[in-house]
């Protein structure tokens, strides 16, 4: 199949523009070759930058930067297309789509970086250290901090790898002797999840194939069942599930309840309820509805809920690599307070002995455990039961969860 290189820069245009809070690259576009560009592009961003600036001659404008990002994206970190077509084509491009000056300005710029390339010299080697770990400098300051430098450059490295597809062998209702494809890798049990069963595909896996098969799988990343678990579901209770789409959760904990109870599954967003409802739709004991968690009002008083709340993604970052460039000090004061009104909400309608497990796929502190300890000095019928937090690594995700008990 012959690639066309122009539409590609095109498409990929397009696609950068609409990165953004609600959509990330997987989100954005059904080609494979476009969705790899945006991920490259989106984790090696500010790197990408530096180099642009440093050997660019003069200013850069945005449309012309984002050009020179898929070209260096292409040349530094993918193979298959020699850097002299990709200079030749992003040239052409611009000149077609913009100005010769700002061609001629490409074409400078992407053969000053390929002969440095060619002396076998490092791109990186005067580049600060937040650069060289692909982190914003923001973000790379507060896990300084929070974990110190050798953990940050673990994890800086461990969000830069592709994300897996993990499946999870559904447990109810129950599968005897299920036949697991050959395509599949068993992962090893994961310590908050001893009792799931996580398998990983091989590039062989035709996974719609799998997912359409007799014995029954969900796509999920292990660290989501770190909230279900520490929530303890039982047959017969009535749980809530405030912030449940897509339902990766709420499947969890309905089939934890084995289909008995009552599942309140509800989500603000009505463009991600038809999703909820198709994972839903197994399991008899789900009623679901649209809802602002920061306003979710049961129709009676909970056994347990978990809050799966807006966050600011830092866990997920291999998933969405963009949300680096999108955090601020700002948004992340922002979430905290839609996180505190969603606690002090739903905190109403627990039941005495009910419980609360709170949870962000963030590894922020302030969305995490101090969030936690501002709830309980407002809310001092409640105790902290059990809290953790899962770092992200090559192998699953980040997450935090905490269970608080009313008295």
């Known amino acids: 199949m012959k690639i066309n290189l122009q539409d590609t820069i095109a498409n990929v245009?397009?696609?950068?523009?609409?990165?953004?809070?609600?959509?990330?690259?997987?989100?954005?576009?059904?080609?494979?070759?476009?969705?790899?560009?945006?991920?490259?592009?989106?984790?090696?961003?500010?790197?990408?930058?530096?180099?642009?600036?440093?050997?660019?001659?003069?200013?850069?404008?945005?449309?012309?930067?984002?050009?020179?990002?898929?070209?260096?994206?292409?040349?530094?970190?993918?193979?298959?297309?020699?850097?002299?077509?990709?200079?030749?084509?992003?040239?052409?491009?611009?000149?077609?789509?913009?100005?010769?000056?700002?061609?001629?300005?490409?074409n400078a710029t992407l053969r000053t970086i390929c002969t440095i390339i060619q002396q076998g010299d490092d791109l990186f080697q005067d580049a600060p250290l937040h650069v060289r770990l692909r982190l914003p400098?923001?973000?790379?300051?507060?896990?300084?901090?929070?974990?110190?430098?050798?953990?940050t450059t673990i994890l800086a490295n461990?969000?830069?790898?592709?994300?897996?597809?993990?499946?999870?062998?559904r447990t109810f209702p129950p599968q005897k002797d299920p036949t697991i494809p050959k395509e599949l890798q068993k992962l090893q049990p994961f310590p908050w999840a001893p009792d799931q069963a996580?398998?990983?595909?091989?590039?062989?896996?035709?996974?719609?194939?799998?997912?359409?098969?007799?014995?029954?799988?969900?796509?999920?990343?292990?660290?989501?069942?770190?909230?279900?678990?520490m929530l303890q579901p039982k047959p017969g209770e009535v749980i809530a599930d405030p912030c449940a789409a897509p339902g990766g959760k709420s499947v969890a904990i309905a089939e934890m309840m084995k289909d008995c109870g009552i599942?309140?599954?509800?989500?603000?967003?009505?463009?991600?309820?038809?999703?909820?409802?198709?994972?839903?739709?197994?399991?008899?004991?789900?009623?679901?509805?649209?809802?602002?968690?920061?306003?979710?009002?049961?129709?009676?008083?909970?056994?347990?809920?978990?809050?799966?709340?807006?966050?600011?993604?830092?866990g997920v970052l291999r998933r969405r690599p963009d949300a680096k460039w999108t955090f601020s000090n700002k948004k992340l004061d922002e979430l905290v307070e839609i996180q505190a009104k969603i606690l002090d909400n739903t905190a109403k309608y627990i039941k005495k002995n009910g419980r609360i497990v709170y949870s962000t796929c963030s590894i922020e502190h302030d969305e995490n455990l101090a969030q936690i300890q501002k709830f309980l000095e407002r809310n001092q019928d409640f105790i902290l039961e059990e809290h953790q937090l899962i770092l992200p690594t090559t192998d699953h995700d980040g997450a935090f969860a905490a269970r608080l008990r009313r008295r």
């Not at 494979?32 to 404008?61: C, M, P, Y």
């Not at 400098?137 to 953990?151: A, D």
């Not at 008899?284 to 968690?293: L, P, R």
Request: aromatic share 8%; glycine share 4%; net charge positive.
């Open 158 to 169: 461990d969000i830069l790898q592709q994300a897996s597809t993990c499946l999870r062998l």
């Open 198 to 229: 996580f398998f990983t595909t091989t590039k062989r896996a035709k996974l719609k194939e799998i997912l359409k098969g007799k014995t029954k799988f969900y796509v999920q990343d292990p660290a989501t069942l770190l909230a279900p678990t």
């Open 13 to 106: 245009l397009a696609c950068q523009d609409k990165l953004g809070a609600q959509a990330g690259p997987a989100d954005l576009t059904e080609s494979k070759l476009e969705q790899n560009l945006l991920f490259t592009i989106a984790r090696h961003q500010n790197a990408l930058d530096w180099l642009i600036d440093k050997h660019a001659s003069g200013k850069v404008k945005l449309r012309t930067r984002k050009v020179l990002r898929w070209a260096l994206a292409e040349i530094i970190c993918m193979d298959g297309v020699p850097a002299p077509h990709v200079v030749d084509v992003a040239t052409a491009f611009v000149k077609r789509r913009y100005s010769p000056h700002e061609a001629g300005f490409v």
């Open 137 to 151: 400098e923001i973000l790379w300051l507060k896990w300084i901090r929070q974990f110190g430098e050798e953990q």
């Open 263 to 314: 599942l309140l599954a509800s989500d603000v967003n009505p463009n991600k309820l038809d999703t909820l409802r198709e994972n839903l739709k197994p399991f008899t004991c789900a009623s679901i509805s649209q809802q602002d968690a920061t306003e979710f009002k049961p129709p009676s008083l909970l056994d347990g809920t978990i809050l799966d709340v807006p966050c600011s993604n830092t």
